[in-house]
């Protein structure tokens, strides 16, 4: 019997030990209480997304809108009495664009107005073109020679008709108990023929049938648009940002009048369309920035939280899931810090990013100068001194958790930090990797970096990279929260004793 008992009481000490690691962890809920009266009945979080949606919307990399974006933001923040507040530069990016006039009319009886919109980086037409609409789907070399000669100084209808099904359930949605019970297990990725190849071809070919549009002079390229009732997605696929790449007037096209053009064509019938695209390159100033700000820290100074969020923005709609919504919530959260006066250990860090729409390079190129570069990972001094960064970047839903990348030491920690935040909705702590925004850059030089989990609400059915990624979806309480959520675990980041754990270094991907 003394073994069994032995063998019970160890088993109930270890059990205990996540238990006590908790309980060990400090968790301040005067500082909690002042961050959620201050977010909760003094929040601006909706007022600054109007300003960086409404009024500066949309917020393409290195285009006029960007700028004056920033440079309010920039003002704001100096308002809020932060520190070391600038424009970091980064670059080269390469050239801006902008949209200045877009009007789609169809002139042949009857006419009507469409719903389009041109593609970033795409040139635009030499002011209004009136030409006749044809379709001619290209998918392999041998198609260039059946069009070849035909489509001079015509609107090209590029791909056949898709189909559009009804929509049976909203587009809306939360996260539910189950999802959440999923998210928090770990499952392991089972290797398997993952394919590949072909995507050189792949690439040569549309370089190829993009220089026949141009050879052939088209007027434009029309494609259709990815989602139904009246919204469009859009955001660069098919249009070189490289000035020496062959380029057309390229627009996408609601997929409901895309298929009344495409119907009307199969009947036979003459379908003249008229376009006015005015596009602008900005080509003075190739580099481009992200906007830092800083709360300085007490007695640990040289040491840093960071928070941040991806700035910039597609162009059809105003940018406001993807990613007003993170960009307010981070500054939100820094205000709410400085405006309860609360004192933080290490100097935190907000950074808003530019290019993460072009594959996450603000954020790459401001951890390569400051921390690491993933190809040797070199570290800077700076590397031994950050203590996590936290991430915002899945629309306008309410934080539900966050996912830990993998590091299983500071489940407890978080487990700890949540407790005052579940009624808020914050249960969940996803030991899995999530990627496609901003953290990564950090995970990928061992730096501590966190994306939080989000409802999903409308993002991926509705808003992401859309015509209808607009102010009014974005839902203000699920907002308010997020800034709390946030300012939290940046309070407590910056004040515990030591940083939080990090995972191995990993290796370097070029060596």
Same mark, same amino acid.
């Given at each position: 019997?003394?073994?069994?008992?032995?063998?019970?009481?160890?088993?109930?000490?270890?059990?205990?030990?996540?238990?006590? =690691?908790?309980?060990?962890?400090?968790?301040?809920?005067?500082?909690? $209480?002042?961050?959620?009266?201050?977010?909760? *009945?003094?929040?601006?979080?909706?007022?600054?997304?109007?300003?960086?949606?409404?009024? $500066?919307?949309?917020?393409?990399?290195?285009?006029?809108?960007?700028?004056?974006?920033? %440079?309010?933001?920039?003002?704001?923040? /100096?308002?809020?009495?932060?520190?070391?507040?600038?424009?970091?530069?980064?670059?080269?990016?390469?050239?801006?664009?902008?949209?200045?006039?877009?009007?789609?009319?169809?002139?042949?009886?009857?006419?009507?107005?469409?719903?389009?919109?041109?593609?970033?980086?795409?040139?635009?037409?030499?002011?209004?073109?009136?030409?006749?609409?044809?379709?001619?789907?290209?998918?392999?070399?041998?198609?260039?020679?059946? $069009?070849?000669?035909?489509?001079?100084?015509? $609107?090209?209808?590029?791909?056949?008709?898709?189909?559009?099904?009804?929509?049976?359930?909203?587009?809306?949605?939360?996260?539910?108990?189950?999802?959440?019970?999923?998210?928090?297990?770990?499952?392991?990725?089972?290797?398997?023929?993952?394919?590949?190849?072909?995507?050189?071809?792949?690439? !040569?070919?549309?370089?190829?049938? +993009?220089?026949?549009?141009?050879?052939?002079?088209?007027?434009?390229?029309?494609?259709?648009?990815?989602?139904?009732?009246?919204?469009?997605?859009?955001?660069?696929?098919? /249009?070189?940002? !490289?000035? !020496?790449?062959?380029?057309?007037?390229?627009? /996408?096209?609601?997929?409901?009048?895309?298929?009344?053009?495409?119907?009307?064509?199969?009947?036979?019938?003459?379908?003249?369309?008229?376009?006015?695209?005015?596009?602008?390159?900005? *080509? %003075? @100033?190739?580099?481009?920035?992200?906007?830092?700000?800083?709360?300085?820290?007490?007695?640990?100074?040289?040491?840093?939280?960071?928070?941040?969020?991806?700035?910039?923005?597609?162009?059809?709609?105003?940018?406001?899931?993807?990613?007003?919504?993170?960009?307010?919530?981070? +500054?939100?959260?820094?205000?709410?810090?400085?405006?309860?006066?609360?004192?933080?250990?290490?100097?935190?860090?907000?950074?808003?990013?530019?290019?993460?729409?072009?594959?996450?390079?603000?954020?790459?190129?401001?951890?390569?100068?400051?921390?690491?570069?993933?190809?040797?990972?070199?570290?800077?001094?700076?590397?031994?001194?950050?203590?996590?960064?936290?991430?915002?970047?899945?629309?306008?839903?309410?934080?539900?958790?966050?996912?830990?990348?993998?590091?299983?030491?500071?489940?407890?920690?978080?487990?700890?930090?949540?407790?005052?935040?579940?009624?808020?909705? +914050?249960?969940?702590?996803?030991?899995?990797?999530?990627?496609?925004?901003?953290?990564?850059?950090?995970?990928? /030089?061992?730096?501590?970096?966190?994306?939080?989990?989000?409802?999903?609400?409308?993002?991926?059915?509705?808003?992401?990279?859309?015509?209808?990624?607009?102010?009014?979806?974005?839902?203000?309480?699920?907002?308010?929260? !997020?800034?709390?959520?946030?300012?939290?675990?940046?309070?407590?980041? =910056?004040?515990?004793? @030591?940083?939080?754990?990090?995972?191995?270094?990993?290796?370097?991907?070029?060596?």
């Amino acid at each position: 019997m003394k073994p069994v008992k032995l063998t019970a009481a160890i088993l109930v000490l270890l059990l205990a030990i996540p238990l006590t =690691a908790q309980l060990q962890e400090k968790v301040d809920l005067d500082a909690i $209480y002042k961050i959620k009266d201050e977010g909760f *009945e003094r929040s601006q979080v909706m007022d600054i997304t109007s300003y960086l949606t409404d009024v $500066y919307g949309a917020r393409l990399t290195n285009s006029p809108s960007i700028k004056a974006a920033a %440079e309010w933001s920039r003002k704001k923040l /100096v308002e809020w009495e932060l520190v070391n507040v600038k424009l970091e530069t980064w670059g080269p990016f390469g050239r801006g664009w902008s949209n200045e006039r877009f009007t789609a009319h169809v002139v042949s009886n009857p006419p009507f107005p469409v719903i389009a919109y041109s593609k970033a980086w795409s040139p635009g037409t030499a002011g209004p073109v009136t030409a006749e609409v044809v379709l001619a789907v290209i998918q392999n070399d041998q198609d260039f020679a059946r $069009y070849r000669g035909q489509l001079r100084g015509k $609107y090209v209808m590029t791909t056949a008709m898709r189909e559009v099904p009804a929509q049976f359930q909203a587009p809306a949605r939360r996260l539910t108990d189950e999802q959440l019970e999923t998210l928090s297990s770990q499952s392991p990725r089972v290797p398997g023929n993952r394919g590949g190849g072909g995507g050189g071809n792949n690439q !040569n070919f549309q370089r190829r049938r +993009m220089q026949f549009w141009l050879d052939e002079g088209v007027a434009a390229l029309i494609d259709p648009a990815q989602g139904d009732s009246g919204t469009v997605f859009l955001a660069g696929g098919g /249009v070189s940002r !490289n000035p !020496n790449d062959p380029n057309v007037p390229q627009v /996408v096209m609601a997929i409901e009048h895309y298929g009344r053009l495409l119907r009307m064509l199969g009947k036979s019938i003459p379908v003249q369309l008229e376009m006015n695209i005015q596009n602008k390159f900005h *080509e %003075e @100033d190739l580099n481009t920035f992200n906007i830092v700000a800083e709360i300085p820290g007490t007695d640990k100074p040289d040491e840093l939280v960071m928070l941040g969020a991806h700035f910039d923005s597609w162009h059809t709609g105003t940018g406001a899931t993807d990613n007003a919504a993170g960009s307010a919530v981070m +500054m939100e959260a820094m205000r709410i810090l400085k405006a309860t006066g609360l004192k933080m250990r290490r100097t935190v860090r907000l950074a808003l990013w530019t290019g993460e729409e072009q594959g996450l390079l603000g954020s790459r190129a401001y951890i390569a100068e400051h921390f690491a570069k993933r190809e040797d990972m070199q570290l800077k001094p700076g590397h031994a001194k950050l203590s996590a960064y936290f991430n915002v970047d899945n629309g306008t839903g309410a934080i539900r958790g966050v996912y830990l990348q993998g590091n299983e030491a500071v489940a407890p920690i978080f487990n700890a930090w949540m407790q005052p935040l579940k009624n808020l909705g +914050m249960t969940t702590l996803a030991i899995r990797n999530t990627g496609g925004t901003d953290h990564v850059n950090y995970d990928a /030089v061992g730096l501590p970096g966190f994306q939080f989990i989000q409802d999903p609400v409308e993002y991926d059915s509705r808003t992401h990279h859309s015509n209808m990624d607009v102010y009014e979806r974005i839902q203000a309480a699920d907002m308010m929260k !997020n800034a709390v959520i946030v300012a939290s675990f940046v309070y407590h980041t =910056a004040n515990r004793e @030591d940083k939080l754990p990090r995972k191995p270094l990993p290796r370097a991907t070029n060596p």
